[in-house]
């Protein structure tokens, strides 16, 4: 949404530069400026107004400088820089708002104008750190309202461009500092830009900004003391959230939507205090592409419903694929409904987000996909359904997964949330298990050709330093050179691991396993997660070698659940489905008999429990972290086979 706006205004600045500086005005500067000179300033602006251009600088540059003050030569300047600016010429226009300045000392006015026409045009020339320091030279006072939303419009995008977040925060209060209403603050472009922005502040970012508008009786000042009131309570910083209560109570109590908005704050806080253990909100994206999926995840719904004897109310929420949206109809369900789980995370892009908005509310939050965060940022609230990362590569650690795999584990990962999230999780058990990270490399996200990445992981694209080594083997494929072998690589890989664990997703995990064997490493164990179970990467495996994912086997859920799907909806249930309906089971035998009145109590009960069990597997609880039970599958002649010896 920001980058959008953000294009709005870039485009906007082809016009800025002309309304900002079409020309001076004089009042209280009478004096610097001769009448006669000032008569014929005005008629060579209406030349260029009328879309002379040329016509206007040959005017202009009749002005002999001699006949002219100080003041005058730098109006004369200024001008000239606003229209070769228009004709798309930013060089000249930079010399002479650059000579406009240095002849410019009197009239105040003029001086800020013309370092805004300088940010300006130096923005245009893409130098965003003189650009930036023009408009800080710039007095706002002097210049005039619609001078200075043009100021501040380039100034959020300088500040975005620089990294300045409080400084774009600002700007983006100023663009809004008109608004007499909430209402109308919610209705401007500048109000998504602004909470997108504000909540990407950190605490002293935060106090900056609010320190320099607290005393303003805008509105929109209001309206973001109520932004972080609401944003600190959710963080359980009660206290801190009151300081930002007292505040509106003292300085906008006569503002309607503060009124309501303080009349309302005990009881949401009640609210959301309160439970209903049946409520379950579903989260899913009903718009474009993902909407099929989040449909099985309505089939799954369906079927339980049907098939089971529930007190359960599912609340439906469309995110809009968007992590925003996700956590704003959270904090709805929480509010309205009370509900005490959130089913949803059908895909990763939005999945953390709406867990780290049901961590602060207390929600317990089930996974559809994996969350990628690190293991101190989750806590009991949180299943995934999957398998965490955490789950597998605690499994992958144990010794039954070791006797089969070996110890010495290479991670060759896509540069990815859920990549690093994978090395990192078997970086912290190499110091506890017997496991030991051998090699890690990356790729980058989206190629079209893993083949330079792979060479430099497998240590064949160092040859200087393998000179001696490449003779050798050049030698040696030279006497099979008639033979039917084509060797497709004249430096043998380095190998000093067992096995290779592939983050990647089938559609990578197809083009990354051939390209191993491309460099003759064609004895390499591979190793994936359960999004391996997959049509195209079974019927692949049996040209590759061993290769293996950690999960379950789908083909061995519940024999109820298949023959229930079956009868209802005519064809046998997809992964997606199962996982759903999981969820659900889960969520009903958890709820089941209690009696529970408050999150607390709640998160309580939750955080008591040594295990959750569900139709393929259960969690154990670990460290407050929910461990899924996993199983190590193999691909086998186009099928996933459980048990098998080492040997294999």
């Known amino acids: 949404m920001f980058l959008k706006f953000q294009n709005f205004l870039v485009t906007s600045l082809a016009t800025l530069f002309l309304i900002s500086c079409s020309g001076i005005q004089m009042i209280d500067t009478n004096h610097l400026y ?136 600002l700007s983006s209060i100023m663009l809004l500092k008109n608004a007499d209403s909430f209402e109308k603050i919610k209705e401007s472009n500048y109000s998504t830009v602004l909470t997108t922005l504000y909540k990407s502040l950190d605490p002293v970012q935060r106090q900056k900004v609010f320190s320099t508008i607290e005393n303003e009786k805008w509105p929109v000042v209001a309206y973001v003391a109520k932004m972080e009131a609401n944003d600190r309570y959710f963080k359980g910083r009660r206290e801190a959230s009151g300081e930002m209560i007292k505040f509106l109570k003292d300085n906008f109590f006569d503002l309607p939507e503060v009124e309501q908005f303080l009349s309302n704050y005990e009881t949401r806080l009640k609210s959301l205090y309160k439970i209903e253990l049946n409520n379950v909100g579903v989260v899913l994206p009903f718009k474009g592409k993902k909407k099929n999926f989040s449909n099985k995840v309505l089939l799954a719904l369906d079927t339980f419903l049907k098939t089971n004897k529930s007190d359960l109310q599912f609340f439906i929420k469309d995110n809009y694929a968007n992590p925003i949206v996700s956590s704003e109809v959270i904090h709805e369900l929480a509010l309205e409904k009370n509900v005490s789980v959130i089913i949803g995370g059908l895909f990763s892009d939005t999945a953390t987000e709406e867990y780290l908005t049901c961590k602060k509310l207390g929600i317990f939050y089930i996974s559809l996909s994996q969350i990628h965060l690190p293991k101190s940022e989750k806590n009991h609230l949180l299943l995934e359904i999957p398998g965490s990362v955490q789950s597998i590569v605690d499994y992958l650690s144990k010794p039954r997964s070791l006797n089969i795999l070996g110890p010495r584990v290479a991670v060759f990962y896509p540069n990815t949330e859920r990549g690093r999230s994978f090395v990192n999780a078997f970086w912290q058990q190499s110091k506890d298990t017997g496991i030991q990270l051998s090699i890690f490399g990356k790729y980058p996200k989206n190629m079209a050709n893993y083949l330079e990445s792979i060479k430099d992981f497998l240590g064949v694209s160092f040859k200087r330093e393998r000179e001696e080594e490449l003779s050798m083997w050049k030698d040696i494929y030279a006497l099979d050179s008639k033979g039917p072998i084509r060797r497709t690589q004249s430096i043998p890989p380095i190998i000093e691991f067992d096995w290779v664990f592939l983050p990647s997703y089938p559609p990578e995990a197809l083009q990354i396993i051939p390209s191993f064997y491309y460099f003759d490493a064609k004895k390499v164990k591979f190793v994936g997660d359960m999004s391996w179970y997959n049509k195209k990467m079974l019927k692949e495996q049996k040209n590759w070698g061993p290769v293996y994912f950690t999960g379950l086997d789908p083909n061995k859920y519940s024999s109820k659940l298949k023959s229930d799907f079956n009868r209802i909806h005519k064809r046998l249930p997809s992964l997606i489905e199962v996982i759903s309906y999981e969820a659900v089971s889960i969520t009903a035998s958890m709820i089941k008999n209690l009696k529970i009145e408050n999150r607390e109590e709640f998160e309580s009960e939750i955080l008591g429990r040594a295990q959750i069990k569900g139709l393929t597997s259960q969690w154990d609880n670990k460290d407050k972290l929910w461990i899924k039970n996993l199983k190590l599958l193999k691909m086998q002649q186009g099928h996933a086979v459980e048990n098998f010896p080492a040997a294999l």
Request: hydrophobic share 35%.
């Open 34 to 169: 001769r009448k006669e000179f000032t008569q014929k300033l005005e008629a060579i602006k209406k030349i260029y107004l009328r879309g002379d251009s040329d016509r206007a600088l040959f005017e202009l540059n009749a002005l002999e400088d001699d006949s002219l003050n100080k003041n005058e030569q730098a109006a004369k300047y200024n001008l000239s820089g606003v229209i070769n600016f228009s004709q798309k010429k930013f060089q000249i226009a930079l010399d002479h708002l650059n000579k406009a300045l240095d002849k410019s000392k009197e009239d105040a006015k003029l001086v800020s104008q013309i370092n805004l026409n300088l940010g300006s045009t130096y923005y245009k020339l893409n130098k965003f750190e003189q650009a930036y320091s023009s408009l800080q030279a710039a007095d706002t006072e002097k210049l005039s309202e619609s001078e200075q939303g043009k100021y501040y419009q380039l100034k959020l995008i300088l500040s975005q461009q620089l990294g300045y977040k409080d400084e774009a925060v």
